[in-house]
């Protein structure tokens, strides 16, 4: 097996085993951020062998198990090859858009130089911002291919929240593109490695664009449908 195969296959693994181990315990973070902002406790009830209850550190943990014992249901007169597919179009690109994201710098392994990148593309932007727009199709496939009004209706209201939050989420990025003058991640990281106010290393477009910072952290919530951006669900 040649290298370049080795280094694309560990690449991937990387990647899906980064979302996989990284996603439950973000959830922890926003459930007991959130709990933080209510004046409650949130998840203070499962440790890992007795270490870390009071902050919930086993819930990722037991959250992981319950999923995995959940019944799959699919709707009775749904058109299961479309449902199914509906579910792949969604998880899917939230997986590939990861592959234009830099890591860190470039490694030397056996002589290889590696980089710590999926894949270096000029366009890296474009990429995560097409792949992105992909989940829009898969909620309303999947609200058509049930079978059912009323979840054809909520593949509708999510999907209109989507689109409507990906033109404020373009427009953060924008003021990123323009200011760093490249489409290409590794260009736009290397760009926040200058000088600000004379202090190296600190050109940062989080001091540079607050404003925009500030736009696309919400379009992000709302993309992901996360607290208070979760009307689609009505959780609560």
Known sequence: MSFQLLEILAKVAFLVGMVLAVVPFLTLAERKGCA???????????????????????????????????????????????????????????????????????IDVWGHRVQLQG???NIGILWFLALGAFSVYGLALGGWAS???YSLMGGIRSTAQLISYEIALGLGIVGV?????????RDIVAAQGAPLFGV?????????????????LVAC????????FDLPEAEP
């Open 36 to 106: 933080w902002l209510q004046d409650r406790m949130g998840p203070s009830r499962v440790g890992i062998l007795g270490f870390g209850r009071r902050f919930g550190l086993g819930q990722p943990l037991a959250d992981g198990i319950k999923l995995i014992f959940k019944e799959d249901l699919v709707p009775a007169g749904a058109d299961v090859p479309l449902f199914t597919f509906a579910l792949i179009l969604v998880l899917l690109p939230a997986v590939a858009t990861l592959l234009v994201v830099p890591f860190g710098c470039d």
């Open 119 to 121: 894949a270096d593309l």
């Open 147 to 149: 079978n059912n009004k």
């Open 177 to 185: 593109a323009l200011t760093c003058g490249s489409l290409n991640p």
């Open 200 to 216: 190296p290393g600190l050109h940062w477009n989080l001091f540079t664009q607050p404003v925009g910072f500030l736009v696309f």
């Open 221 to 228: 919530f709302a993309e992901n449908n996360r607290l208070p």
